[in-house]
Structures are given as C-alpha cells and as structure tokens.
C-alpha cells in the first residue's frame, strides 16, 4: 500500500505596524547584512534614526530633545546637497499632503504659491530646494500637480543619498519607504493622501513616508 505524501508549510509571519523610527532601527538590525555582533551596533543605529529622521523631514526641534541628543547628526546631514534635497522634498509633500483643501483654496481664491503660505508650507524649504537648483513653483499652482512633480523628484534623486547609509542595511528595503506607491498617477496621489491623513499618528512624528 502506498503512501501519501505530507506537505508542510513555513507558517506565515504575522505582520506588524511600525510605530515610530526606533522600532524602524530594530527592523534594520535585524536584517543586518552580516550575521557577526558589530561593536558599535547601538551607534549604527542611532546613526540610521537620525538619517531617517532627518531625510523624512522630521523638525529641528526633535533632535534637540531625543535621548541621545542627534543635533550633530542633524547639522552633517544638512551639510550634504543630495541629503537636503531630499529633507526639503519630503517636508513639503508633507505639508500639502495634512493641509490639501487648505493649500488647494489659497491657491485658487488668494493667489498664493509654495513659497507664500509659511503657516502651511515651510518656507525654507522651498527657498532651500532653489538655491540647490530645484524650482517647484508654477504660475499655476496646483497641490496634485505639485506632488506629483515632487514624488517624480524624489524617484530620480532617492539613490543619490544610498551611500549615507551603513552598509549592512539593506537598500532595497530603504528606498520604497521615499516613493509614494503610484505616486506618478493623480489617482496614486489620492490613495496615498487619504490612507496617510486616515492613519497620520501611525506615521514617524506624522510625516509621510510609504
């Protein structure tokens, strides 16, 4: 009489909410390139939260306060033109994706653009991303049209600050977490804002990332 084969299967890993950029740094090490302990392991990863903090748009203020403090980290960062442009990127995206109608009605009824609304958008990034040769303003300004110039920008510059990271994390892994899923299609833009605006104290110190 014959037998019947058995089929086993690898139970499924339960899924799990990232809360805040210390559980992302434990993911990261946890899927560390290299299986060996790394003396300095706790600065590796301060070193990443702070580059996430800093590349997501997280505020100056929050790095005078963490424990340990990341001012440092903060002011390196800064000095980097591909890292600043990102920062600046993501900040503004923020910004319009949490005040959309407000943003959308200023330009429509009050003649304002990126660079005039400091209430909603942060000014300084907008005349940051000038200097280092980006100019997102249009003579007409529109939020979708605006992230979607954003998120195309970000797509094309994301690899250039791939080096800022230490070398055991995975890049692959990194990158998505910048792009906007669909996030060259208007109705991408939507999606992605709504799920973001239903679930924004999920998000890192509520900026955006995917």
Same mark, same amino acid.
Not at 154 to 182: A, C, G, H, Q, T
Not at 195 to 210: A, G, H, K, L, T
């Given at each position: 009489?014959? $037998?019947?084969?058995?089929?086993?299967?690898?139970?499924?890993? !339960?899924?799990?909410?990232?809360?805040?950029?210390?559980?992302?740094?434990?993911?990261?090490?946890?899927?560390?390139?290299?299986?060996?302990?790394?003396?300095?392991?706790?600065?590796?990863?301060?070193?990443?939260?702070?580059?996430?903090?800093?590349?997501?748009?997280?505020?100056?203020?929050?790095?005078?306060?963490?424990?340990?403090?990341? $001012?440092?980290?903060?002011?390196?960062?800064?000095?980097?033109?591909?890292?600043?442009?990102?920062?600046?990127?993501?900040?503004? &995206? $923020?910004?319009?994706?949490?005040?959309? #109608?407000?943003?959308?009605? #200023?330009?429509?009824?009050?003649?304002?653009?990126?660079?005039?609304?400091?209430?909603?958008?942060?000014?300084? #990034?907008?005349?940051?991303? #000038? &200097?280092?040769?980006?100019?997102?303003q249009s003579t007409k300004p529109?939020?979708?049209?605006?992230?979607?110039? %954003?998120? &195309?920008?970000?797509?094309?510059?994301?690899?250039?600050? !791939?080096?800022?990271?230490?070398?055991?994390?995975?890049?692959?892994?990194? &990158?998505?977490?910048?792009?906007?899923?669909?996030?060259?299609?208007?109705?991408? %833009?939507k999606a992605a804002g709504d799920?973001?605006?239903?679930?924004?104290?999920?998000?890192?110190?509520?900026?955006?990332?995917?």
């Open positions: 009489m014959g $037998t019947k084969e058995r089929t086993y299967r690898q139970p499924q890993k !339960k899924r799990t909410t990232i809360t805040s950029l210390a559980e992302l740094g434990g993911v990261y090490e946890s899927r560390s390139l290299h299986s060996l302990e790394r003396p300095n392991r706790n600065k590796d990863t301060y070193t990443l939260v702070s580059l996430m903090m800093y590349l997501i748009g997280v505020e100056y203020r929050h790095f005078e306060t963490h424990e340990p403090l990341l $001012t440092n980290n903060f002011k390196k960062y800064d000095q980097d033109k591909n890292a600043r442009i990102i920062r600046n990127l993501c900040m503004i &995206r $923020t910004a319009l994706e949490q005040k959309y #109608a407000q943003i959308r009605a #200023a330009f429509l009824y009050d003649l304002k653009n990126l660079g005039t609304l400091p209430e909603m958008i942060p000014t300084e #990034a907008v005349v940051s991303l #000038a &200097r280092d040769g980006i100019d997102l529109d939020v979708t049209d605006y992230i979607l110039k %954003i998120n &195309r920008e970000i797509s094309n510059r994301i690899n250039n600050v !791939k080096d800022m990271f230490p070398e055991w994390v995975f890049w692959d892994y990194i &990158r998505p977490l910048f792009l906007m899923p669909n996030g060259l299609r208007k109705e991408g %833009i799920y973001y605006n239903s679930n924004r104290n999920r998000y890192p110190f509520q900026c955006y990332m995917n």
